[in-house]
DNA sequence: GAGCACTGC
């Protein structure tokens, strides 16, 4: 069969248990089914029975106690050991190896000027081209790297043949029947009634907002009417506009939208470009669009723009990181580039706020046009419906344990009783509702997401209403499920009357596409969505808008210094948007399922990414354009941070060894903000390239950074599972499962039949292609930085040991350590895992790990933690004591009861024999320094030569880790994908 | 037993 889990488990607990009896080491851990036992004699062996913590503990302290206790039983776990071939092939590797670890220093009299501390810090350095760059990155500053900025050759210079080009182009485009026939369409545009004003704004002005809401044409006419003004003008050859979209989509269909207008082809006044993809625009006289992200990335070379002559910044409204970023940085720009026109684009709601940040820049509101939409509220609903919702939850029988829960409970409902109160005297006099209705809002879970109401409220409509969709928008995909299922099940909707659509991102595309059609007459159709089509898909036949007022959000929350994605009421902002998608075509209907009462209290808009997320790559971002310490600069943000999520985040890239205590960039700092990846998975390519694994390294990677291209194909979850565990190829990997799915991909590329194997894996074709592209771009950079042969990842000196599987995971190990967990037992239900930060944490169902009865190790390393029902981690590599090693820096010896062991910082630590330990140690000692050697001096690796020993001797390493673990390591690329990994037995 | 949505020369 093709899965190969059995197998393993039967290996690993043999040999461990082989071990127990022979050296009598008490590995002290449970992690594996067969080690119940040993736990519970552990337990035992502390003399309190049933594991009790000390009568005089409260509340809060008892917890603790209990953290602290798991925490310390953690050490030590497991033992290294390696079987004396190894030991005596990497002895011998040691001693063949002269101990002069520094290559002699010389400087190299380049970059005078600069700082003399920093070039005494960095004297070591000889490779004088990435020194050079270096250091003018790590002295500068954004007044410098402005001042350099301009005195670059701008591609912005009076030329009278390209502006009387221009002229008679645009007077020949505008005789054209196909530009009139546009014409006649854009002129009932509200945004072309305001030329004039728009136009004469921006002459007066150096900054100007420009509100209005979607429809009102202000995307695809401001731009337009610059350009041609400007070419009316004579000035075609010094006017070049960039304009920037949120997202890659919009970035194209504006561009080719506003290329239709002008009856041209992309590629002549009007032009795209995103990450991977472009369609450029000619040198003068154009209009660029392009995403946020890009922009920032021709920031960085260009910090001045001297390049442009207009900024578009549009859907400045969302509050994107990347355009509150740009929009801070302009501040500094601005007054150097006078002859930069900036304008900046919102939805009316907030657009005051950007005014009052630029100096009061005047704002011009552009009406928008859309068909009224009858909103309704809870209470309304209720009265339609005659739901009514189940009694609140009852008093518990007098059990301690559920006593806290329902007093917390008893709490909620009093405070919300406070809330509504009020609200409902009021109705009550004004006599507007039934008192059924007003008994129902006096019930607290009258608040919480009600599918049922839901499915009333359909009914309601589909009974009594006209003909027209039905969009509904939920939190989440669970709940999407959960109601589609409820629908179709009720059996009200038979197939010849209704059509129901669930719709998320984790959807395969081929059903997204199905929800834009129409249904034949007498067909409803009803969309199930999350925020998705809020946004991002939007379906013009729409007339009835059910809000559940709820959606989640990713949060940091700095307290606990963990990542959270909860569902939350909605913005005024949000609730704003949804109920303008039920009059695109004709007049529509709303649903809020929340009251009037508690509208008053939602927010205005929903809070900006900037104060939601970690802010690593905001740092390194900042820190590469030489905005000096990182605090001044967010303060200046028009919503800064708050100081301790600045704090998590500068002390996370210092753990890295992106920045030194300084708060400066160091060397790796430098490569990972050049790198378009997050600093972990950025650091984890460079490994990468260094240990010629990059075609699985790179897969992984990009999966983790951008998406994994596993879909939720709705009522085929488990052989979708079964899928993803069989290209774990018994590796206990989520990460392997990662880069076997692109591998297969591209080898079915070759044989011709990706869609087959797509459709087979439950594979997002999209999704690989876009992974696939992104491998390119980082063997692309790693390739000008120098750390690879060339920027093909598939190249052969790149991929010398991409078939080792045990490395590829040690190197995701190191990219992504610190962040491991431990397996403490294995029950039926799943693992019993912990993190240090964070104690008990469960595996998320779609990990391949989350089924398994026994692992290899008890050691898991994880990318993406998350907060939600529970702390779920997302993603699982079931990791080898030896693949820590080789991850963790800093590894000390030492002893404890009487016993030699080796201990990573984190609490983690392993048995190990002294020989062994200091071989180890040694070797990994020069690791480090090869490792801080490469990123200096950066350059291909020779194999044959002392670096090469010192990393093949950590593989050899590694490997044996897994060997010991009972997986086997070298079982990469094992033919075709059609012959699926086997079982030989 | 479950993952809002985006993005990067």
Known sequence: MSYRHGRGVRNAYGSYRQRENSDDINDGSSYNAGNRQSRGSAQGSRGRGRGGHPPWLKGKEIGLYYKKKAQSSQQPTHAIRLNPHTERKIKNLLESMPNTNFRPASGTGMCDGIDSKLKARYDHINDSHFKKNFLEIVSGDIQQNLTKSMLAKSKLVQNDTYDKRAIEEHKERVASPGYQKMLKFREKLPAFKMRRQVLELIEKNQVVVISGETGCGKTTQVAQFILDDQIERGNGSVTKIICTQPRRISAISVAERVATERAERLGCSVGFQIRLEKELCRDYASILFCTTGMLLQFLHSNPALTDWSHLILDEIHERSTESDFIITLLKQIIPRRPNLKVILMSATLNSDQFSKYYNNCPNIHIPGFTYPVQEYYLEDVLQFTRFKFPPPPEMPNNHRKHMKRYKNQQKKSDDFLDFIQPYLRHIESERKYPQFVIDQLRNPVSEDLSLELIAELVHFICTNEGPGAILIFLPGMTDITKLT?????????????????????????????????????????????????????????????????????????????????????????????????????????????????????????????????????????????????????????????????????????????????????????????????????????????????????????????????????????????????????????????????????????????????????????????????????????????????????????????????????????????????????????????????????????????????????????????????????????????????????????????????????????????????????????????????????????????????????????????????????????????????????
């Not at 007459?521 to 379906?539: H, L």
């Not at 920045?659 to 600093?679: F, M, R, S, V, W």
């Not at 297969?744 to 194997?757: N, Q, V």
């Open 485 to 985: 299922r409820m629908l179709l099940e009720s059996g009200e909707y038979p197939s010849s009357r209704f059509i129901v659509y669930p719709l998320h991102s984790r959807l395969p595309t081929v059903d997204q596409k199905l929800v834009f059609e129409r249904p034949p007459d007498r067909v409803r159709k009803i969309i199930i969505a999350t925020s998705i089509a809020e946004t991002s898909i939007t379906i013009e036949d729409v007339v009835f808008v059910i809000d559940s007022g709820k959606m989640k959000l990713n949060k940091f929350d700095t307290d606990n210094n963990i990542e959270t994605l909860l569902p939350e009421p909605v913005s005024l902002a949000n609730a704003k948007q949804r109920r303008g998608r039920a009059g695109r075509v004709q007049p529509g209907k709303c649903y809020h399922l929340y009251t009037k009462a508690r509208e008053m209290t939602m927010d205005e808009y929903p809070l900006p990414e900037m104060l939601r997320t970690r802010l690593e790559q905001v740092i390194l971002q900042a820190k590469i354009l030489q905005l000096g310490k990182i605090t001044p600069f967010l303060a200046s943000v028009i919503d800064p941070p708050n100081a301790k999520a600045v704090e998590l985040s500068l002390q996370l890239l210092m753990t890295l060894n992106a920045l030194d205590e300084d708060e400066q960039l160091t060397p790796l700092g430098y490569h990972l903000a050049k790198i378009p990846l997050d600093p972990r998975t950025g650091k984890m390519i460079i490994l990468g390239a260094i240990f010629s694994c990059v075609e699985p390294v790179f897969s992984i990677a990009a999966s983790l950074t951008y998406k994994d291209a596993f879909y939720c194909p709705l009522g085929k979850e488990a052989e979708a599972q079964k899928r993803k565990l069989e290209l774990g190829l018994g590796q206990y990997s989520d990460h392997i499962a990662l880069a076997e799915a692109l591998r297969r991909f591209e080898e079915a590329k070759t044989r011709g039949s990706p869609g087959f194997f797509c459709r087979q894996y439950f594979l997002s074709w999209n999704t690989l292609k876009l992974l696939t592209d992104m491998k390119n771009q980082f063997a692309k950079y790693l390739c000008e930085m120098n750390f690879l042969h060339s920027a093909n990842p598939n190249d052969e000196r790149a991929n010398k040991n991409s078939n080792n599987l045990a490395l590829v995971k040690a190197l995701v190990c190191a990219g992504l350590f610190p962040n491991v967990a431990i397996v403490k037992s294995v029950r039926r239900h799943g693992a019993s895992v912990v993190t240090p930060q964070d104690g008990k944490v469960k595996l998320h169902p779609s990990s391949i790990n989350e089924k398994c009865q026994s692992f290899p190790s008890p050691y898991l390393v994880y990318f993406t933690k998350q907060l939600s029902s529970a702390i779920y981690l997302h993603d699982t590599t079931s990791i080898s004591p030896m693949g820590l090693i080789f991850a963790g820096p800093n590894s000390k010896i030492g002893e404890q009861n009487g016993k030699c062991v080796m201990a990573l910082p984190g609490a983690l630590s392993f048995l190990c024999e002294p020989e062994t330990a200091f071989i180890v140690q040694k070797l990994r000692a020069k690791l480090e320094w090869l490792l801080g050697y490469k990123i200096t001096h950066p350059g291909t690796i020779k194999w044959d030569s002392d670096e090469g020993a010192v990393l093949k001797g950590m593989i050899e390493l590694v490997s044996q880790g897994d060997e010991e673990m009972g997986l086997e390591s070298r079982t990469y690329h094992v033919g075709f994908a059609n012959e699926t990994y086997s079982d030989s037995d």
